[in-house]
């Protein structure tokens, strides 16, 4: 007999499978309910934050790290555009060669004597640093920078990155008559030795940074750019001035560099790379790096139209040189600053500078002190600004916003305590930097010789130095079409 569901025999499978699936369901949810999940704890979420946050810092750090080691592009197209193109190839070997020989001297000394724990004026572990464990935000021996929730291997690259800056500073004040093995010798003595002491002060942990006022330089305008100005000044007075540079009478006779396309290019890379300089230096993925990077724009942007209209005034007419060089010294005024001060003091700041740089040009000339690219007024004068800057126009607005300690500036109501750090910072950094650096440049000079000979100078480093040429066959292509040209004319 057949039923609704077929025969009696096959309703009954059907009746024992879903009785089956039943008590299946019925058993698994009894499990279910007797061993139900942990509800995550508070340390569980707070762990997971913490490694986020931790990767955050790290990869930000890391891309405004390799933003600043960009900018050693930068320097080199600068410098080589602003110089002859007789030596050109020197100019970028030189720049190229630094950063090699600081990420050696750094790796092996410099990052222990700046960031190592040891006494208020010099650290004295890391040599050698040890970078493991990768996932761990502290370093053995590196208490300086515990602050940072950031992979120890990328605080190094990070802090690395500034160092060759420092080093690179000088490349271009010396330009066009150093010998390039005297070059490399003060590059590894600058980061090795250096830039590693007056940095321990400031942000290893040092006696600047302990003071019941501690001194303020949130980027570097100090610890990178004025020790490599300081630096580069001790170079010059040793080395001279290049041949015919000066007159007896104390006339200048102006040497033009051989590409303006160059050198606007390489400013433009150094203004880009500046947005991972100042704004890296949070080394935190937070909010405050958005104020930063607009600060930093503002200050380059009111210095280039400033010393655009002032060389226009002492000169005559808006010299190229002196814009890009303007721009660069609103960058480096602004960044020791720029997490401290608004954007209208940026722009003060900026302007400001844009006028002393040009300034500051005119004075190294009159004193037959013979910067080819200008690194003296940009680096030197620009830095020195930077952090009197701080001491000046640090806003009780703005100071919070990144947890700095730093007291407001005198035009902002805080009185003088801060500037008075300030000032105490430049004579101590600038002192001690430009005697050391005195100090190798006379022994380099003693012992393996500093500058190449009269007849090397005039024909060009590239030819005496490196045995080649920047632009073989285009000048004597240039000259000829320009004979060839001459001839037509005259007929």
């Not at 500073?169 to 590894?188: D, L, P, Q, W």
């Not at 940026?346 to 300034?359: D, F, K, Q, R, S």
């Not at 750090?421 to 012992?447: H, M, N």
Request: hydrophobic fraction near 55%; glycine fraction near 12%; include cysteine.
């Amino acid at each position: 007999m057949r039923t609704l569901f077929g025969t009696r025999s096959g309703l009954a499978r059907i009746v024992a499978s879903l009785a089956m699936v039943t008590v299946l369901l019925c058993a698994s949810g009894a499990w279910a309910q007797a061993d139900p999940a942990p509800a995550p704890t508070i340390a569980d979420v707070m762990g997971k934050i913490e490694s986020s946050t931790f990767v955050a810092n790290t990869v930000w750090t890391l891309i405004a790290g390799m933003l600043v080691f960009f900018m050693n592009l930068g320097f080199c197209t600068l410098e080589a555009g602003l110089c002859r193109r007789k030596n050109a190839v020197n100019i970028l070997a030189k720049n190229f060669i630094v950063f090699a020989i600081s990420s050696i001297a750094f790796w092996m000394v410099g990052f222990a004597f700046m960031f190592g724990d040891g006494n208020p004026i010099v650290g004295f572990a890391g040599f050698f640093t040890n970078l493991l464990p990768f996932d761990a935000p502290k370093m053995a021996g590196i208490a300086s920078l515990d602050w940072a929730n950031v992979s120890p291997a990328v605080k190094f690259f990070f802090q690395l990155a500034f160092a060759g800056t420092a080093a690179t500073i000088v490349s271009g004040a010396v330009a066009e008559r150093i010998k390039f093995v005297s070059f490399m010798v003060f590059a590894f003595i600058i980061v090795a030795i250096i830039y590693p002491l007056t940095g321990h002060w400031i942000w290893g942990g040092g006696w600047l940074a302990t003071l019941s006022v501690p001194f303020h330089d949130f980027a570097g305008s100090a610890v990178v750019h004025s020790v490599g100005g300081w630096a580069a000044l001790a170079g010059i007075l040793v080395l001279g001035p290049r041949i015919g540079k000066y007159n007896k009478d104390g006339s200048v006779n102006p040497i033009p560099g051989h590409s303006m396309a160059l050198a606007a290019i390489g400013c433009f890379i150094l203004w880009l790379g500046w947005f991972g300089f100042n704004p890296g230096s949070t080394m935190t993925a937070n909010l405050a790096i958005g104020h930063i990077a607009v600060t930093t724009n503002t200050a380059a942007a009111f210095a280039s139209v400033t010393a655009c209209l002032t060389a226009w005034i002492l000169l005559g007419k808006p010299d190229f040189s002196m814009i890009l060089n303007g721009c660069l010294a609103g960058l480096v005024a602004i960044t020791a600053p720029c997490a401290v001060v608004s954007v209208g003091g940026a722009a003060i700041i900026g302007a400001i500078a844009g006028i002393l740089v040009v300034v500051a040009v005119l004075f190294w000339d009159k004193m037959k002190i013979d910067d080819p690219v200008g690194a003296l007024s940009v680096h030197l004068v620009g830095g020195t600004f930077g952090v009197i800057c701080v001491g000046l126009f640090a806003s009780p607005d703005v100071i919070p916003i990144n947890g700095s300690v730093c007291l407001p500036g005198l035009f902002y109501g805080g009185g003088i305590a801060q500037l008075k750090t300030q000032l105490l910072g430049v004579v101590a950094v600038g002192g001690t930097v430009f005697i050391l650096s005195l100090v190798a440049w006379a022994i380099i000079k003693a012992t393996m010789g500093i500058r190449v000979t009269a007849k090397e100078e005039l024909e060009g480093l590239d030819i005496g130095e490196h045995g080649m040429e920047a632009y073989p066959g285009f000048a004597v292509e240039a000259e000829s079409a320009g004979t060839t040209e001459m001839m037509v004319s005259s007929h």
